[in-house]
């Protein structure tokens, strides 16, 4: 059973499916509504147990009746938490609608590193694989430090750029990025981002950089001993309800597909990612995420 530690950020996602968003000073009724965890790292952690591995989300939570909330939530999708923050630390809570089109709007705020934190905690001896998402940028390198030690994969969820990333990414083996991720000075031309991540990543027998386009193909370059490979994945084409969490799914699958023996990571994660568009919010589908990761792929 693959075992990975997930290091970033947990909130408490308040997810209200409506017709379509409020104009300004305008008020509209919810179709449907969700209060589960959120996160890039706590989702990604809560899609990696789904499939059948063991979880464990470093993070900052704290206490209170917010942090509560969030702790059932991943207790219920069996995910280990090592909390390193304070007593009077609280997680953030992000107000997320869902248009009848399955897009998101989402507003919150980014992790906030509390004063009275447990310093370098403990971590799992039996850990195969490492996933950071940017944010609590030392849990993050506290995590990837782990990780080098025991010689795993270290996987950068590259949602947005945030300036400690510079230091982050050299101690990565890979990075997949939305396509709205951009380093420092970067072009728009894909190809080339590719191949400067690729260039930034640990030197190994491994290393992986993909840039993700939503539903579109996904575009990736490879180097394994020393050989370069690049090619690009089609997505499943679905009928999306909701889009929320599907980055974080396929970055969950990815690190779990990455150590379970499959033999197309990215394009199991590319599949699993799709397939959590068909269900109303992050947590009704985890039911056959499983199913889904093991279905034959489509011609």
Avoid at 65 to 88: F, M, N, P, Q
Avoid at 199 to 205: H, K, S, T, V
Avoid at 222 to 242: K, L, N, Q
Wanted: proline share 6%.
């Amino acid at each position: 059973m693959p075992r990975g530690l997930f290091a970033g950020l947990a909130t408490l996602d308040v997810v209200s499916h409506v017709e379509r968003a409020p104009a300004a000073d305008e008020k509209v009724t919810a179709t449907w509504q969700l209060l589960a965890g959120g996160g890039p790292a706590l989702n990604a952690a809560v899609v990696f147990a789904a499939l059948g591995g063991e979880a464990t989300l470093l993070t900052r939570l704290g206490a209170g009746a917010v942090a509560d909330l969030v702790r059932a939530d991943l207790a219920r999708c069996g995910v280990e938490i090592l909390d390193v923050a304070g007593a009077d630390a609280a997680p953030p809570v992000s107000s997320i609608t869902v248009e009848a089109d399955g897009s998101r709007r989402v507003v919150g705020l980014d992790a906030v590193a509390g004063e009275d934190d447990e310093p370098n905690p403990d971590l799992p001896d039996d850990t195969d694989v490492v996933l950071i998402d940017g944010h609590h940028p030392d849990l993050a390198a506290h995590a990837l430090d782990h990780g080098r030690r025991l010689r795993v994969p270290r996987i950068l969820d590259a949602g947005r750029w945030k300036p400690p990333m510079a230091e982050l990414l050299p101690r990565c083996t890979d990075v997949v990025a939305s396509a709205g991720f951009r380093l420092d000075g970067d072009e728009d031309d894909v190809g080339d981002r590719l191949e400067r991540l690729l260039g930034i990543l640990e030197p190994g027998p491994r290393s992986l950089a993909a840039v993700t386009a939503g539903a579109g193909v996904i575009r990736w370059r490879r180097r394994r001993d020393g050989v370069d490979e690049s090619g690009e994945i089609t997505p499943p084409r679905v009928a999306a309800i909701d889009t929320l969490g599907a980055g974080d799914a396929l970055h969950g699958a990815y690190a779990w597909a990455s150590v379970a023996g499959v033999a197309r990571p990215l394009a199991t994660a590319a599949r699993v990612a799709s397939r959590s568009c068909e269900t109303r919010g992050t947590r009704a589908w985890l039911d056959h995420a499983s199913e889904y990761a093991h279905a034959r792929a489509q011609p």
